[in-house]
DNA sequence: TATAGCGGTATACAATAGTATACCGGTATC
DNA sequence: GATACCGGTATACTATTGTATACCGCTATA
């Protein structure tokens, strides 16, 4: 069978798109990247994780761990304890984003070293 | 220097925030990567853009083209022939993308193929 | 008994993103 | 002269996302 990379994509079209899509709906919205980014850490709960992330209302956080769950990114374990704990953890799969992450890293690095080098002699010719 | 991995992400932790937010940005809202991928086969013009991606509306190929030009991820070249010819291309950042949607293509079809070993006990179960 | 922390939910609202539809000037074709 | 293609823009609207604020039952602590 042929390798998964986009110049196979002629192969299967619909499920690569598909498979991209998911990816991308893993990072949907304002949130899921600070709140997977701080499940890169380890389990947390849901206060610490709100206090992790500047500005995040409650709502939008249980909203976001809901749909993360359904999507089998992140997993919920509750403990009996009184009051209970609960307690959000990355899937196998969840940490696996962390390559995902990681693409997009690089390319924003070398992307802002491209521009960068790209404004500089504009940036002098205005000064100069 | 070390390498800008996500466990160096404490050594500058602004700058790696922001790469990441740039990647996430150019893939930002409902056609960007639509577009991205129609670019990633080759420079085209607008008209041929707007038919290979489906219910796209030129308003919205429009703005995208635009924030994608602003960005640096695409280039905008227009054609002294009358009527004026207009192409895009990806530039040689844009093209790097394909680096981060690979990333993104093997992640969800791994997590495709597990969620699916996860759901066919259960799938099994309720048709027994 | 009052206060604070936990893990959230409810309601109402504001802001952003996307859609529908029509139209523009220029040119080549029928 | 009418129609169609090119590369878009204008206006008005709808839908989706995100915010603000207040509150819930439960428990441990002062």
Known sequence: M????????????????LAIQDTLN????????????TLLFGKKRFKEI????????????????????MNGIISRTVYATSPV???YELTKSGK????VVEA??????QHRRANMLELLPILQSKTA
């Open 85 to 87: 704990t609960v307690e």
């Open 2 to 17: 042929a390798a998964a990379t986009l110049k196979n994509i002629q192969k299967c079209p619909t499920s690569y798109v």
């Open 26 to 37: 893993a990072f949907q919205g304002k949130w899921k990247m600070p709140i997977i980014g």
């Open 96 to 99: 696996q984003l962390s390559k």
């Open 104 to 109: 997009m890293l690089e390319w924003g690095l």
């Open 50 to 69: 709100e206090r992790e992330i500047p500005k995040i209302t409650p709502r939008m956080l249980s909203q976001e761990l809901k749909d993360l769950e």
